[in-house]
């Protein structure tokens, strides 16, 4: 059983060793391509404009409340403004990390487009790699959008 398990794994290794010889290998800068990109500069400006308008909201709703005579009315009409408040947060949030996640999604597959199309069988991020792999984020920022 252990000379069983010894040549399996040797073969395991072997192959390996086999198949990274024939791979070519690529690096890529995603910081740098998500900072060019389009798409999230647009997003990030809209995500900021939606808060801005959150917060002129909030604003309005404080006013509100401290227009109330009363200490009983001014909690009730806070506590109203808390729970929408809250909603309204969450859904600018959710709605942010589904865009955020096309776009991400979008990169994704514009690199895995661009490597298989120049023969890489692998993309590795540069930040990880000490020496070698060739280096596509020229190529990846002028397609992504």
Known sequence: MKKTLSLVLTALILGTGIATAE???????VPAIVAKSAQVQALKKEQQGKMQDLEIWLKTAQA??????TQEG???LLKKYNVEFAKKKEAIAKDYQTRLQAVDKSITDTISATARA????????????????DDITADVQKVVK
Request: glycine share 12%; proline share 0%; aromatic share 6%.
């Open 64 to 69: 509100d409340v401290e227009k109330q005579k």
């Open 118 to 133: 120049k023969g890489y069988t692998m993309v590795i991020s540069k930040g990880v790699v000490v020496y070698g792999g």
């Open 23 to 29: 791979q070519k290998i690529a690096v890529i800068d």
């Open 74 to 76: 001014k909690e009730k």
